[in-house]
Structures are given as C-alpha cells and as structure tokens.
Nanobody, 126 residues
Framework: QVQLVESGGGLVHAGGSLRLSCLAS????????IGWFRQAPGKEREVVSCISTSAGTTYYADSVKGRFTISRDNAKNTIYLQMNSLKPEDTASYYCGTRKYGVVFASGCPIEYDNWGQGTQVTVSS
C-alpha cells in the first residue's frame, strides 16, 4: 500500500506560482503512473495532469496546458506539479493519485487509481 502526502499549497495572487509535491511511502514509485487532480467546492474532481512511470509521457488538461508542469523524481519517491501563471479558477484542493502499471497516453490518463493523498489547498486571489 502506498501512502501519499501532498504539500506546497497556499494562497497566491493571480499570476503567481506554486510548486506542489506528492511524497510517497510504502513502496517505490517506479511502476506507478502518478496523476494530479483537483476539486473545487461544488464541482467534481477533475484530472489536471499525469505522468508515466518513465516520465516519458505526460498529459495535461487543456485548462492548465502551458502553465503547469508535472515531473517525478523516483529516487526521492516524489512527484511535483509546478504551477505558473495561476488564475483564480485554479483554486481547488489538489490531490495526487497512483496507478500501478498504468499507461499514460497523450490523449489522457488512467481512469482508476489505487491510492490517494489527503490533498493540499490552492487558493488564487484576483
């Protein structure tokens, strides 16, 4: 069982940047696809980005493409989400999830995930 802990959220002005981290324990992440998701109040959880096991393939939702960058450091068992040019509509709780042996396509991320973190809040003021 993989345990995930997100960090790096906070309050930032529009146009600012944040770097989220997702630290995993309990198992090496080498064989896991990692996804970042977000959920705003009153809305369903949506995928933000995901990254393949080798980091060779990434996917971004259209709403964040060109502004967010996902990366992974398997040696540190950590996944990052660099968020630049933040907008008020990026305000949400952000979660990371793992999918063992999942596949990432340029067109999308795996649908089901095995483990989830507790989330970190990102608030972008206008």
């Amino acid at each position: 069982q993989v345990q995930l802990v997100e960090s790096g959220g906070g309050l930032v002005h529009a146009g600012g940047s944040l770097r989220l981290s997702c630290l995993a324990s309990g198992a090496p992440l080498d064989y896991y696809v990692i996804g970042w998701f977000r959920q705003a109040p009153g809305k369903e959880r949506e995928v933000v980005s995901c990254i393949s096991t080798s980091a060779g393939t990434t996917y971004y939702a259209d709403s964040v493409k060109g502004r967010f960058t996902i990366s992974r450091d398997n040696a540190k068992n950590t996944i990052y989400l660099q968020m630049n040019s933040l907008k008020p509509e990026d305000t949400a709780s952000y979660y990371c999830g793992t999918r063992k042996y999942g596949v990432v396509f340029a067109s999308g991320c795996p649908i089901e995930y095995d483990n989830w973190g507790q989330g970190t809040q990102v608030t972008v003021s206008s």
